[in-house]
């Protein structure tokens, strides 16, 4: 598997996983009320710890991204070197 597919399959991963956190949360505000609803506050933390989750998600991307892009110079540069 080449290195941006793979960059990319992990991005599309994430974006996957976004889209089912906010439908279940949408479901959640709009579909039948639960027997206990939850308190704002807790709704809202909730809603925090996701935010979170979705930011440390995006560093490690990039940092992914980044340690590709540095093997890929380093692989061009020892290519351009050929042996004599």
Same mark, same amino acid.
Request: with cysteine.
């Given at each position: 598997?080449? +290195?941006?597919?793979?960059?990319l &399959? *992990?991005?599309? #991963?994430?974006?996957?996983? /976004?889209?089912?956190?906010? %439908? #279940? %949360? $949408?479901? !959640? =505000?709009?579909?039948? &009320?639960?027997?206990?609803?939850? =308190?704002?506050?807790? +709704?809202?933390? %909730? %809603? /925090?710890? *996701?935010?979170h989750?979705?930011? !440390?998600m995006? $560093?490690?991307? +990039?940092? *992914?991204?980044?340690? *590709?892009? +540095? /093997? ?9 070197? $050929?042996? /004599?």
């Amino acid at each position: 598997m080449d +290195e941006y597919t793979f960059v990319l &399959s *992990l991005i599309t #991963v994430c974006l996957v996983y /976004r889209l089912i956190v906010a %439908l #279940v %949360l $949408k479901r !959640r =505000s709009g579909g039948e &009320s639960p027997a206990q609803p939850e =308190s704002p506050a807790t +709704e809202m933390e %909730l %809603l /925090r710890e *996701l935010h979170h989750g979705m930011i !440390r998600m995006e $560093k490690r991307v +990039e940092a *992914l991204e980044t340690l *590709l892009a +540095e /093997r890929d110079e380093i692989e061009r540069a020892t290519a351009n070197e $050929k042996p /004599r």
